[in-house]
């Protein structure tokens, strides 16, 4: 079964300050991958997926991350944070899966603080 | 385009209390979730629907119960509320690419946060 790991519990940026997030997996073939934000009191919302192709993927709001096969990592980052990243981020493993449903795996979550 | 929305938003149970969770989508996803988010843990599959009247259960299905009538809606039971069902509870659906729903992005509720007492 595939699983996630975020290793990072709780981060602290500057704001203005470059970011990432580090994300790695564990699946025997190429997953599909996602990131996704959760704003307080809110749903998730999807920022980036890697399905294929450039390893370089480009989001939302300025994000982007990079599929590494070798690391089974998928990092995510913003060249400049802004107060409103503030958040919880989560990295999530899609399987192709033979007439199941499992979905997505989700790891635990790395919250952002912005310090002004 | 409302996309997925949960209701309540909040609410207060007894141990041993009933309620029903409600979520429906307006997109036409087959696929539709219900997780449970507790701190630190991230999310956890509580049961899932591949379409109207299949259901199956995930990763943490004890307490509670599915039904999926139709396409739109998927509501979450909870029969005899305790107090580890404390907890935030997201509806997510998403679009069938024959391959599964492992390729496609779930969109997500605004969630219910539970409470046992």
């Known amino acids: 079964a595939q699983s996630v790991t975020q290793p990072d519990i709780h981060i602290t940026v500057s704001e203005g300050a470059s970011l990432e997030l580090r994300c790695n997996y564990s699946y025997g073939a190429t997953p599909y991958l996602f990131w996704y934000v959760q704003s307080p009191g809110q749903g998730l919302q999807l920022l980036l997926k890697y399905f294929s192709g450039d390893t370089l993927v480009q989001g939302i709001k300025g994000f982007e991350a990079e599929f590494k096969r070798s690391q089974s990592s998928f990092n995510l980052r913003k060249p400049s944070v802004h107060w409103s990243d503030a958040a919880e981020y989560f990295c999530?493993?899609?399987?192709?899966?033979?007439?199941?449903?499992?979905?997505?795996?989700f790891g635990k979550g790395t919250h952002l603080i912005i310090q002004p | 385009n409302a996309g997925v929305t949960q209701t309540p938003k909040f609410r207060i149970l007894k141990i041993g209390q009933s309620m029903t969770l409600q979520c429906t989508q307006d997109?036409?996803?087959?696929?539709m979730y219900w997780y449970r988010q507790d701190p630190g843990m991230g999310l956890k599959l509580i049961y899932y629907s591949v379409g109207a009247g299949i259901t199956d259960k995930g990763e943490v299905p004890n307490g509670y119960n599915v039904s999926r009538s139709t396409t739109e809606d998927f509501p979450l039971r909870l029969e005899l509320a305790a107090p580890s069902q404390t907890s935030v509870y997201f509806c997510?659906?998403?679009?069938?690419?024959?391959?599964?729903?492992?390729?496609?992005?779930?969109?997500f509720g605004d969630g219910t946060r539970l409470s046992i007492l």
């Open positions: 999530a493993v899609g399987v192709r899966s033979g007439g199941g449903a499992d979905g997505l795996t």
């Open positions: 997510a659906s998403s679009y069938s690419s024959g391959n599964g729903p492992g390729d496609q992005p779930q969109h």
């Open positions: 997109m036409n996803h087959n696929y």
